[in-house]
């Protein structure tokens, strides 16, 4: 096998890798757009994803200069031989693509194009888009291998979009299903205090005339319901709140998250963990959201002074461990109770994520739940 054999493998390589490596629908296409470019020693690489408004929500090209693409001007539409590719599965392999009786135009600023190949990107009957190659550096145009090349390469391209696809709709579930626990927990909670609430001030209206000191309890009843009821919209309105993993990384998502919750709580809220290695977008999410519900249970249910959430990494391994110095509970729970307090759900989302959790308690002790998930990917 020669250089540029293996030159070849490893590019082919890395374009499908991407694909696996749950990185960006953006940076898998471009990956795959580059090696396109480099395996068929083509000048100029483009994919386009179509949105439906007759343009493309994603368009890329490799092989000229952002000073070009700036030059060039807007995304193009989906006409000439673009929107061919859009409506034809069948690839088209010109020595001149100004000899297509579909060729429109390009803007003046364009690069002049010569040798084409077009590859639409299908799953079953569906075109996703098109992945296509202009100018081979080589004499004598793009051949059959290039082109059956070409189609292994939009067929990787095709798993990305479906993955990206698949993605935001799991997102879309995850966001309803959020929001319907957050409904839930408004009933439960919220919507009962404000009951009692309105009826204990009812019954300190009635008082008021004829038993004022029997009204002021009741009244001081009304003063903690209200209180109550406010922690609780506060601590909802924080779950709400967006958070960029990504960006911000774990620990700072959770050291913000501390600091919300110390402000809007009695209890001392602290952050005490450090910067761990690289997760899995996953797992964050799953140890963000692990870290979450167990802080709701340690303010909602464990009437601390304090709350701690450390964060911390040994032998391969990301530890996440929320402790409070609250009632406890008997660690002997039924079913139901445990569903209550979000142990289950815990328990699944560690479990999802190939991790282990594991709580500790004791009536007058504490809460400790811990949960251990493997480092990268």
């Known amino acids: 096998m020669g250089t540029c054999d293996r030159e070849e493998l490893r590019d082919l390589s890395a374009a499908v890798l991407a694909v696996t490596a749950r990185r960006s629908v953006r940076e898998v296409l471009q990956t795959i757009l580059t090696s396109s470019r480099r395996l068929l020693d083509a000048r100029y690489a483009a994919l386009g994803v179509p949105d439906e408004n007759g343009s493309f929500a994603e368009f890329l090209a490799d092989g000229i200069t952002d000073e070009q693409w700036q030059a060039i001007g807007p995304v193009p539409r989906q006409h000439g031989l673009l929107g061919v590719l859009l409506r034809d599965p069948n690839p088209v392999r010109l020595r001149d693509i100004r000899e297509h009786p579909q060729f429109d135009w390009w803007p003046a600023a364009h ?57 935001e709709r799991s997102r879309e579930l995850s966001i309803v299903a959020e929001r319907n626990r957050i409904a839930r927990e408004l009933h439960d909670a919220v919507t009962q205090k404000l009951f009692s609430l309105r009826l204990t001030a009812d019954a300190a209206a009635a008082l008021v005339d004829r038993d004022p000191a029997r009204a002021t309890v009741e009244l001081g009843t009304v003063r903690r319901l209200a209180a109550e009821v406010s922690d609780e919209l506060r601590a909802v309105v924080v779950g709400l709140l967006p958070v960029d993993l990504s960006g911000d990384g774990l620990d700072a998502a959770l050291r913000k998250q501390a600091e919300l919750l110390d402000r809007v709580h009695e209890a001392e809220v602290a952050f005490v963990g ?9 797992r964050r999410e799953a140890l963000y959201r692990i870290a979450q519900e167990a802080l709701h249970n340690a303010l909602r249910h464990g009437r601390p002074g304090r709350v701690e959430i450390d964060l911390a990494s040994a032998d391969g391994q990301v530890v996440l461990q929320v402790r409070d110095d609250g009632v406890g509970f008997d660690p002997a729970l039924s079913e139901q109770a445990a569903r209550k307090l979000g142990l289950s759900s815990m328990r699944e989302r560690a479990r999802s994520v190939g991790g282990r959790l594991t709580v500790t308690s004791a009536p007058g002790g504490g809460t400790t739940v811990r949960v251990e998930v493997a480092t990268g990917g």
């Open 111 to 167: 690069p002049v194009l010569t040798d084409f190949l077009g590859m639409p990107i299908t799953d079953g009957d569906e075109i996703l888009g098109e992945l296509f190659l202009a100018n081979k550096n080589t004499p004598g145009g793009f051949s059959a291998e290039d082109e059956e090349l070409l189609r292994l390469l939009a067929a990787h391209a095709a798993i990305a979009i479906i993955n990206a696809r698949l993605y």
């Open 274 to 282: 450090c910067p761990v290695p690289k997760l899995t977008s996953a």
